[in-house]
Each structure stands twice: as structure tokens, then as C-alpha cells.
């Protein structure tokens, strides 16, 4: 057992309540789905989604069983996502360990997927607020029209606007659902709601950033998948623009691009390679860093406690991590 | 343009109401999601569930705009389950239209099925009503349930009771909702509540089984799909329950038994015959007509009015109905 950072250990007991209200959803239903459930909540990371929510509810006093009740629902839809992602992409592995779609039929995949959209409604159904709901249904919508649009456009995409426009959909927009529904669910005013939101957007943004770099710098045993994967798929994220930017001329720059960003492994590997030990690893964390930066800056306009140094730690836990 | 029948006129400015706001769900997102909405839209069969919500919202004075939100978040989750549905299934035409999935990928279908759930909730949560949302979610869950359980459960399954919990997942589930939920919406008492809620259910029970029944007594050009479906593909309805027990010594039966309700050519075209010329299709016929006197029994405990009257005829309609 790892020990605890600061953030975890003022919400572990409420982090483990989440994983029980999560468990609990396939209750009653067929016996492979909670099989199912169990593998994907046992595989679930860090839990930074029900930690900002904790952390954000307790800084406010809001009531216990519903911020539990909320995380578990913004934790399940994630959830679900990625059993639907994971299949759509055809991943064997996530974090190292095999998905669904690798042992089930694309059919039981599509089915437990939204098995678990139907059950996070439920859960956000039941913190019995309406602004919580529309949030949450909306949030939902914003993830797969994302989606959707990294699917329908042109490979090869290298804009810095519908990068960022990309890992909102993908990433920010849950973050940002994760604190202000904690907020809404607390009862605090507007001006605390907009800094709250500010905090799980920016940290939303900066938490892909370093995803998107340790795609880059990691190795394959952390990351449970090659290095460069995003990339090898023909998907373009920060490293790669930023030294696209910079060398345009880098023959392997120039053949990926020629060849429609298609990748054959004549190049991709050198390329990859070059990425990594360039500057723009550097750029890119300055990147992150900003948006670490600008997410503490917004916790700061809120009252001194200790949830808000946790919540503080965790954005810098946020930008330092290693996997 | 058919002839509208008195249960459709009622409330066709309503209907086109409904469709008007599934259509708007896909403004703002990307361009292709908006022609395969309208494809959905268009090719959307009877719209017997927003008929249901519209005549009981109506009967008891609901809050209009509400209905019409309520029944669009009804059809879009409707519309939701069946790309998934078709995906599985690998359905190439339904009502005679190409599927979504003849035409995209795997990927694709998937995603357009995900986004229509997100709206679908969010149409539901704009109806303001919490006990609508959970109805809504836990119907969903319901649905995703019963397939789960069919695609997990043997092949030969002839089971009665099991049939009734299968349709119960599949069609009755959100005929009660759609029923309930418009009760809900309109502010009545319990006790009609349970009546409304006994009609939509037994309503929903009668329209899977006349649809079963349909599915051996109909052409393909009306199916638009060949005739016997459900049995060429392991799937054991109501009329061949009936069959297989009261003919258990037919050699085609016997056949396809013992090859484990997996059908070869040979057998399963003449077993589909004797099944559709025997007496069980009236038999058949019986259990749906039960079911929809049920439905009206249920209904004839709530004041007259020509809603009422607008509801009868419709659970006469789907019993009669020859598509």
C-alpha cells in the first residue's frame, strides 16, 4: 500500500464510500456485470475526479452522503467512457491491465458501457439537484461530441486552439463538473461557484498536458501501453505541435506529415524519439505549470482551511506526477 | 400522408412539437451527428410512447411544454438503445431503412448512441421533475439489464416467465414510463398514478407481443427485414414458446432443439411456416387481447374524458394493428 498524500488522507474514508456506492450499482443485475464492475473499479487510478469533489464539499460544509453519492456518479460516468473509448480505439490495456473489450464481445462492451451512463444518472439523480443533473447530462454530451469530432476530422491536426478545445471535451470538462457540482451541492454563492469552476477547469487542463507529456517521457511498463501512443494513432497533442512548430524541417517531421500523419515505424520510432529529447518536453510542462498556476490562483480568492491547502497540494501533485 | 386515427389527432401539433426538439439536440455539435439525428428522426415509426405521455399530460392538465420535453427525452432514449441495438445485432435495415451502422463504424455508431443517451438525460432533466429523472435512469438501467441478460442467457431458452421479464425489459419498461412520468409531470394523486402506470405497462406487454407475433404472420417488405427474425437467431417468442409446447414432437422443432436453437437453412424455413399456420398465432393473439383489456380496465378506473377515449383506442390500435 502506497502511502497517502496529504489531499488523500483527509477524504480516504469518503474515497472508500465512493467505491462501495459504486460496487453497489450492478446489485440486482446480471452476475458478469459486477465481475465487470469490480475489475474497472479495482484498475480505477488515482481517483482525482471524487477527490476534488471531497475536498471541495467538506471546504464547504456540504452534506457528506451526497458529495459521496455526486463523486460516485462523475466516477462512473468516467467509467463509462472509458469502457466505450477503449473499445472504439481497440485498446488491449489499460494501465497495465486488460480491458473489457479485450475479453468480452464488442456487444457486451457496448451493453456494460451503458449499463454504467444509466447508473451514473441514476447516482447524480439521486443527490436530488436539478442544476447537478443538467450539469452532469451536459458534461456527458460535451465528452462525446468531442469525441465525435476527433473522429470525423482530418488526422494530422496540429492547431493549438482545437488541442485545447480537444482536452477540454476530453478531460476539463468532467474536472470542471467534479468541482462545481461539490459547489452547488454546498449551497455556495455565485462568485465562490465561478472560482471553484475556474480550479477543476485548470486543473482539468494541466492534467492532460502532463498526460500528453508522459505519453512522451514515460516508459511502457508505467504507461501499461508503447510510448507515444497518441501519436502513433495519428493524434496530435502538445509535444508534437510545439516541436512541429519548431522543427519543421526535421525530416521525420516532414515525412510523418507527408504521409498524412499515418504513421509507418521507419519514422515514427526517431521521431518519438526526438520528441522526447527536445526542449518541447520542457515548454510543454511550462505549459501545464501555467494552468497549475492559474487553478491555485483561483483557490486563493477562498477562505484559508486545510481542505484548500489539500486542494492546493493536489494541483501541484497534479503537474509533478510521474504516472 | 396516412389518415390520421382519432388518438393521433389529438395531439399531432404536440408530436411535431416533440420532433422539432430531438432535432435541435444535435445544434452546436458536429455536422454529421445532425444527419444522422434527422435520418433517426425520420425514419421514427408510430411514436406510440409520446403519444401515451401527450394523451395523459393532456388528460390531466399537465404543464404542456413539459410533456412535449418529457416525450422527446422519452424517444431520444428510445432511439438511443435501438442504434446500440442495431449495432450489436449487426441489423443492416430497420423499418426498411439502412441502419446507422450499414453506414458508419463500430466507433461511430457507438458514439452517436452515447451522445443521444446525453441528451436524452438532459431533455429529461430540463423537465425540473426529480422523481422523472430517476425513473428516466433507472428505466435506462432496466433496458441495458434485460440485454444483458439475454446476450449472457443459452440459446432455447422457452421459458414463459422469462419471455415476460425479456419484453418487460425491452418494451414494457419504457411504455410505463412514458405513461408514469406524464402522471408524474401532471401532479395526481397515487392512486392514479397506479392505474396510469398499469396502463402504460400493459400497453407496452401487448405492443412486444403483437410485434412478435408480427415478426412470423408479416412479409419482409413490411418488416423490412425477413420474416422469422427473432428464431433465426436463437430467439425463442411467444409464438414459438406456444408451438414448441404444444408441438413438442414436430421433427422441425425436435431439429432445432437439438442443434441448440442455432438454425441451419434447412429446417428452420419450414418450422417458421407451421409456426405461422398454426392455430398458436391466434393464441397468441389471446395473450396480447388480455393484455390490452388489462390496459383498458386500468384506464376506465380514471374520469372520462376524450383523452380517455383517445387512450382506449390507442391500446385497441396496437393490438389491431397489422405493422
Known amino acids: 500500500m502506497e502511502n497517502k498524500l496529504y489531499f488523500q488522507s483527509l477524504v480516504s474514508n469518503e474515497i472508500e464510500a465512493v467505491e462501495s456506492r459504486m460496487r453497489e450499482q450492478a446489485k440486482y443485475h446480471h452476475d458478469d456485470l459486477q465481475a465487470a464492475l469490480d475489475i474497472l ?16 464539499g467538506k471546504m464547504f460544509g456540504g452534506n457528506i452522503d451526497s458529495l459521496i453519492t455526486l463523486s460516485a456518479a462523475i466516477e462512473l460516468l468516467h467509467t463509462a467512457t472509458l469502457v466505450h473509448d ?21 456487444g457486451a462492451t457496448v451493453l456494460t458501457g451503458d ?15 436539478i442544476p447537478v443533473m443538467k450539469l452532469f447530462s451536459n458534461t456527458l454530451a460535451t465528452i462525446v461530441n468531442g469525441e465525435i469530432v476527433q473522429m470525423f476530422s482530418s488526422h494530422c491536426n496540429s492547431d493549438l486552439d482545437q488541442y485545447y478545445k480537444r482536452i477540454y471535451s476530453k478531460t476539463a470538462s468532467l474536472f470542471e463538473t467534479s468541482s462545481l457540482a461539490a459547489g452547488i451541492i454546498s449551497n455556495i454563492d455565485e462568485e465562490k461557484k465561478e472560482f471553484i469552476r475556474l480550479y477543476g477547469y ?61 504513421p509507418s515505424n521507419s519514422f515514427i520510432n526517431p521521431l518519438i524519439e526526438n520528441i522526447r529529447n527536445s526542449n518541447v518536453i520542457q515548454k510543454s510542462l511550462d505549459f501545464a505549470k ?9 483557490l486563493l480568492n477562498l477562505p484559508d482551511s486545510q481542505y484548500r491547502d489539500a486542494l492546493e497540494q493536489m ?9
Do not use: M
Open 202 to 262: 485548470e486543473l482539468g487542463i494541466a492534467f492532460q498536458i502532463i498526460d500528453d507529456i508522459l505519453d512522451f517521457t514515460s516508459n511502457q511498463t508505467q504507461l501499461g501501453k508503447p510510448v507515444g501512443g497518441d501519436l502513433r494513432q495519428g493524434l496530435i497533442t502538445l509535444p508534437a505541435i510545439l516541436f512541429f512548430e519548431e522543427y519543421p524541417n526535421d525530416p521525420n517531421v516532414k515525412e510523418f506529415i507527408s504521409q498524412n500523419c499515418l
Open 41 to 56: 473499479i479495482d484498475s480505477g487510478g488515482k481517483r482525482i475526479r471524487p477527490n476534488i469533489t471531497l475536498l471541495i
Open 315 to 323: 494541483a501541484n501533485y497534479v503537474t509533478e506526477r510521474k504516472i
Open 115 to 129: 449499463f454504467l451512463f444509466a447508473k451514473a444518472a441514476n447516482l447524480a439523480a439521486e443527490t436530488n439537484s
Open 290 to 298: 501555467l494552468h497549475t498556476n492559474n487553478s491555485i490562483s483561483a
Open 86 to 106: 477503449d473499445l472504439i480505439d481497440g485498446s488491449l490495456l489499460r494501465r497495465g491491465i486488460p480491458t473489457l473489450n479485450s475479453k468480452w464481445t464488442p
